[in-house]
C-alpha cells in the first residue's frame, strides 16, 4: 500500500465517521457546530451544539499549478495550502485573513471573508470551482468540478461560500488560483475622505492596475499590482509617496492586525463604492475602492441607525466583531429572500442541526 | 434540418384538440390582462419561437408572450400559476443547448420587449438593464465613457443579458476577465410565486447565503430576471494577439501549460487543430499555417507599455515550447484578420458541411492530446469527421461534429458520436458543458456526471425558488427514472444507489 492509498484510506473513514456522526445527530435532533481551527469563533451568530471538529480530515487532493486549480481537504491549513501555492509563485487571489495558524481552508470557504484585493480580484465564491458537501443526511454530494468553466448543474459549489457551515459539512473544496503580481507597488496620498472616495471611484474607471485600497485618517494607501511596465506608468500618472513598509501594512490590513481592529465593537458596512460618507458616527477605514467600510465605535453604536443609513446608502451592515452576541449580527433580509434560503436549508439540513444560529 | 423531438409534459393536456382547447382558455386569461400585441397563438406567429440556437429541437408552444414591464411578467406569472401552465423563459434564443426549446402546452416568455438600458452610471461604474437588452448593446453605450462589459460570447450581438444571467456565458476573454457571475453585481426577479426578489445589490455582496450565485446559470428554471445590475470595467487601450504554429498537437498543449506556469494569464487563448484551421482557411484567409498541427492565438490588452512587456514574455515562452513560427499583430486590422478564423469557426463548418453538431465540454487542460486521440478514434466508429476549437486557456473544448441530415441516421450518429465525447470529458475529470448550458440537449449526459442525490440536491433547489416547478420544468435537470432509462447512472464506489428504483 502507497502511503497515497494509505492517507485515502484513512481519509474515506474519517468522513465516513462524519457521516455517522452528523445521522445520529439528525436522529437525535442534536445541533452540531462545525469547526475548524476555530480562528472565526467570534464571527457570527450563536455558537450552539457540539463540535465537530473538522481538522482530521486534511490533506491537499490535487494541485496543479498548469491548470490553475487545487483541491483540499476541509481541514488542511489554510497556511499549508498558501505555502505551497508560493513555491510555485501563485497565491489566492481573495487573500483570506489569517486570524491564527489554525485557520483551515473549510472555514475560509465557509466564512468567505475576503481581503484587500477583493475589489479588483474577486471574492472567496468568485474562485470556488467546486466542493464536496455532507449534508444532513450524512451523504457527500460533489457539486462544480475541477475545471474553471462548468454550467452542468446548479452552482452548490458557489453558494457554499459564505454559508457558514449552515447547509452542510464542506469535505473538500476546489478553488481557481492566480499567478502572483510580477510586480507591486504601493503609493500613498494626504486625502480627506470624500476626496479618497472620489479618487477611487474615478481611477477604477481607468486602466490602471489597481489592486488595493484603504483609506484610514486622512491617508490614502493604494497598491498597484501588474507588468513592470504597467505599474511604474501608472507611478508616474498617480503621483504620491513611495511606501516603505508596504508588505507589511496589507498583511495587517489583510489578517485585521492593524491597530484599528484592537477594540471596541467593529461592523462591516458593505456599500456601492460610489457611496458618498457614510456619517454614523465612530472612526471608519475605507477599502476596496469604497465598497467595503470598517466602522468602530466604543459602545457599539445605535444598531436600527446604523442599519437604515446603511441600507439607504443601498448597502447592509454586519456587526462585524463585538462582544455582545444578543442583537442580530447579519442585516435582515427581504422576507421572500429569507423564505427562499430557509427552504434550501431545510434541503440540506432538514433535521436543522447545522451551526443553528450563526448565519441565520 | 428540422427534427422533432417528442416532447413528455408532466402538466396536463396531452391530446391535440385538448391544446386547442387549452390554448384558447390560456389565451382568454392572458388577454384579459395583458394587451393583444403581447399575446400571440395562432401558430404563424409562434412559429419563430419553436427553437433557439438548437435548431435540431424543436417545438411549437401553445402561446408566446411578449411583456414589455414589470407588472406585465408578473401577470402572466399569475396567470400561469392559477392555470398551471409551464413557462419557457426566453431572451434572444441564440442558446445552443436548447435551453429555451418551448413545451407544447406551455407559454414562452420572451423578454425580447424589455429592452432599456435602465440607467448607467461611469463614475460607479455599473449599469441597471433590463433582461431584453443585448450583451453587446451595454459595451456599446459605455464605450463614450471608456467603459466595457466584458464577457463576450461569440453570438454578443444578438444575445440577451437575461440569457446570459440564465447561462452564465463566457468568451472569449473569460480566462482573465471572469464569467457572467463574475461581471454581474445583482439580478431583480420575479418568482413564480409573484415575489419579487433582489439577489446581490450595487454593494460586493449581500447578507446572508449567496443565492445569487445559483441564480445564475440555473437556464432559467428558477425565476424571471426583470433587471440585471453589471459590472463595468475600463477598455484597455491596446490589444494585440501572437498567432503561433505548432508542428504537434501535444506541443501546443504545453506552450499553454508553460505561458501559466510562467505566471501569465492572457486575455484570450485558444487553439485550433488542422481540421478547423483547414476549414477556416479558405473562408476568411486569416493567414493560418494550414501544415500546422494546431495553432494558438494569444492575446494581451492593456496600457501599450505593458502589452509590449506581455507580448515579448509570451513569445519567448512560446519559442521555447517548441512553436515553429511566430507573429504578432502588427495593427488592430491585422489582430481582427488573425481572429477572424477563430471567430469564423462555426460558420465556416457551415459552410464545408451541411450540418454540424457542437460540443462543449470542459477538461482538465492536460488530459487535452488523450481527448484529441479519443476523438480521433470516435470519428472512425461513427463514420463522421470533427473539427476541434479550444479555449485552451479554460480548458473548454467546442469539437464540431460534421454531418449530413439528409443522409438517414446520421444525426443520430452525431448525436450518439456527441454523447461519447462528453462520457469521455466527465471520465477524465471534466464537464459536459463548459459554457453552452445542459438545456434539453445534455439532459441525459446529465446522468453521466451526477449521482442520484446530486440531481435530487438540484431539484431542491428548484424547489426552494419554484415550489409549483412551472419554470421550464424538464430542462437542464433529469429525473431518476430518465437517467434509469438512458442507462447511463453515475454509480460511485461500486454501489448501486436507489437499488429500489425501476429500470427499463
Not at chain 2, 451526477?450 to 425558488?465: T, Y
Request: proline share 5%.
Amino acid at each position: 500500500m502507497t502511503i497515497d492509498t494509505m492517507t485515502t484510506a484513512i481519509m474515506t473513514d474519517i468522513a465516513s465517521q462524519f457521516g455517522a456522526r452528523i445521522r445520529a445527530a439528525a436522529q437525535a435532533g442534536q445541533p452540531l457546530r462545525l469547526r475548524g481551527g476555530g480562528t472565526k469563533d467570534w464571527y457570527g451568530g450563536a455558537l450552539d451544539g457540539n463540535v465537530l471538529d473538522t481538522r482530521a480530515y486534511t490533506g491537499v487532493v490535487a494541485y496543479e499549478p498548469t491548470e490553475l486549480v487545487i483541491t483540499a481537504r476541509c481541514g488542511t491549513p489554510l497556511a499549508d495550502i498558501e505555502t505551497l501555492l508560493a513555491t510555485h509563485n501563485q497565491m489566492l487571489a481573495f487573500e483570506p485573513p489569517r486570524f491564527g495558524s489554525g485557520s483551515t481552508i473549510g472555514g475560509v470557504v465557509a466564512a468567505a471573508l475576503s481581503g484587500p484585493r477583493r475589489a479588483s480580484a474577486g471574492a472567496v465564491r468568485d474562485f470556488v470551482l467546486g466542493a464536496v458537501l455532507m449534508d444532513g443526511r450524512g451523504e457527500a454530494l460533489r457539486f462544480g468540478g475541477q475545471v474553471m468553466k462548468n454550467v452542468a448543474g446548479y452552482d452548490v459549489s458557489r453558494l457554499l461560500a459564505g454559508s457558514l457551515g449552515t447547509l452542510g459539512l464542506i469535505l473538500e473544496v476546489s478553488l481557481k488560483v492566480l499567478p502572483r503580481p510580477v510586480c507591486e507597488a504601493s503609493l500613498r496620498f494626504a486625502m480627506s475622505e470624500i476626496e479618497a472616495l472620489t479618487k477611487l471611484n474615478q481611477w477604477a474607471g481607468q486602466p490602471l492596475p489597481l489592486s488595493a485600497s484603504c483609506w484610514h485618517a486622512g491617508v490614502l494607501t493604494i497598491r498597484l499590482s501588474g507588468a513592470e511596465a504597467a505599474v511604474s506608468a501608472a507611478r508616474r500618472t498617480l503621483g504620491g509617496d513611495e511606501v516603505p513598509d508596504a508588505a507589511a501594512f496589507w498583511a495587517a490590513l489583510r489578517d485585521q492586525t492593524h491597530g484599528f481592529f484592537d477594540a471596541g465593537t467593529v461592523w462591516r458596512l458593505s456599500v456601492p463604492s460610489a457611496a458618498s460618507a457614510i456619517i454614523v458616527g465612530g472612526e471608519q477605514m475605507i477599502e476596496w475602492g469604497g465598497a467595503q467600510r470598517w466602522l468602530k465605535i466604543e459602545d457599539g453604536g445605535d444598531v436600527d441607525a446604523i442599519r437604515r443609513t446603511v441600507a439607504a446608502a443601498g448597502g447592509h451592515a454586519t456587526r462585524y466583531r463585538s462582544s455582545d452576541k444578543q442583537a442580530a449580527v447579519f442585516h435582515p433580509q427581504a422576507a421572500a429572500v429569507a423564505a427562499i434560503q430557509q427552504r434550501l436549508k431545510a434541503a440540506f439540513d432538514p433535521a436543522g442541526i447545522f451551526n443553528p444560529g450563526r448565519l441565520y | 434540418m428540422c427534427f422533432r423531438v417528442p416532447y413528455m409534459s408532466v402538466a396536463v393536456a396531452t391530446q391535440l384538440d385538448d391544446i386547442a382547447a387549452r390554448r384558447a382558455q390560456v389565451a382568454a386569461a392572458l388577454l384579459a390582462v395583458l394587451p393583444a400585441r403581447a399575446v400571440l397563438s395562432a401558430p404563424e406567429d409562434t412559429r419563430p419561437y419553436e427553437c433557439d440556437g438548437l435548431a435540431a429541437y424543436r417545438q411549437l408552444p401553445m402561446i408566446v408572450t411578449l411583456p414589455d414591464s414589470e407588472e406585465q411578467v408578473l401577470a402572466v406569472l399569475r396567470v400561469c400559476r392559477e392555470l398551471e401552465v409551464p413557462i419557457v423563459p426566453r431572451g434572444a434564443g441564440t442558446g445552443l443547448s436548447g435551453g429555451a426549446m418551448p413545451i407544447r402546452d406551455g407559454v414562452v416568455l420572451s423578454t425580447a420587449r424589455m429592452n432599456r438600458i435602465v440607467r448607467l452610471d461611469a463614475y460607479s461604474r455599473t449599469a441597471v438593464v433590463q433582461p431584453g437588452v443585448r450583451n453587446a448593446a451595454i459595451s456599446e453605450a459605455a464605450a463614450p465613457h471608456g467603459l466595457y462589459y466584458a464577457p463576450d460570447p461569440s453570438s454578443q450581438i444578438a444575445c440577451t443579458i437575461g440569457g446570459n444571467v440564465a447561462e452564465n456565458s463566457g468568451g472569449v476573454h473569460c480566462l482573465k476577465y471572469g464569467l457572467t457571475i463574475h461581471n454581474v453585481l445583482g439580478v431583480r426577479l420575479a418568482t413564480i410565486d409573484g415575489d419579487i426578489v433582489e439577489l446581490g445589490g450595487a454593494a460586493l455582496d449581500a447578507p446572508g447565503l449567496d443565492l445569487l450565485s445559483v441564480f445564475v446559470g440555473s437556464e432559467g428554471m428558477l425565476g424571471i430576471v426583470l433587471e440585471v445590475t453589471v459590472k463595468l470595467i475600463p477598455k484597455p487601450p491596446v490589444a494585440r494577439v501572437i498567432m503561433a504554429s505548432f508542428a504537434q498537437v501535444v506541443d501546443s498543449c504545453h506552450a499553454v501549460a508553460a505561458l501559466i506556469a510562467a505566471g501569465i494569464i492572457p486575455a484570450g487563448l485558444e487553439m485550433m487543430d488542422q481540421t478547423s484551421v483547414r476549414m477556416v482557411e479558405p473562408f476568411v484567409h486569416a493567414g493560418y499555417d494550414t501544415d500546422a498541427a494546431a495553432i494558438l492565438l494569444c492575446e494581451a490588452d492593456g496600457t501599450a507599455e505593458e502589452v509590449e512587456e506581455d507580448i515579448a514574455r509570451m513569445s519567448a515562452v512560446l519559442a521555447a515550447a517548441g512553436a515553429v513560427a511566430i507573429a504578432v499583430s502588427q495593427t488592430e486590422a491585422e489582430r481582427l484578420r488573425f481572429w477572424s478564423g477563430r471567430k469564423n469557426a462555426f460558420p465556416a463548418a457551415g459552410r464545408i458541411s451541411p450540418d454540424y453538431y457542437c460540443m462543449d465540454g470542459t477538461i482538465p487542460r492536460k488530459r487535452l492530446g488523450e481527448v484529441l486521440a479519443g476523438i480521433a478514434q470516435m470519428e472512425e466508429k461513427y463514420g463522421l469527421r470533427c473539427a476541434n476549437v479550444f479555449h485552451a486557456g479554460d480548458g473548454n473544448l467546442h469539437p464540431l461534429i460534421l454531418f449530413n441530415a439528409n443522409i438517414p441516421d446520421e444525426f443520430a450518429r452525431a448525436e450518439s458520436f456527441g454523447a461519447e465525447i462528453l462520457a469521455l470529458c466527465v471520465a477524465v475529470g471534466g464537464t459536459i458543458t463548459g459554457e453552452h448550458g445542459v438545456g434539453v440537449e445534455k439532459i441525459d449526459s446529465m446522468c453521466a456526471q451526477f449521482a442520484p442525490l446530486e440531481l435530487e440536491a438540484f431539484f431542491a433547489v428548484k424547489r426552494a425558488f419554484d415550489p409549483a416547478g412551472l419554470l421550464n420544468p424538464d430542462k437542464a435537470i433529469p429525473s431518476l427514472n430518465r437517467c434509469a432509462q438512458f442507462g447511463k447512472m453515475r454509480v460511485r464506489g461500486g454501489l448501486l444507489p436507489f437499488a429500489h428504483l425501476p429500470r427499463f
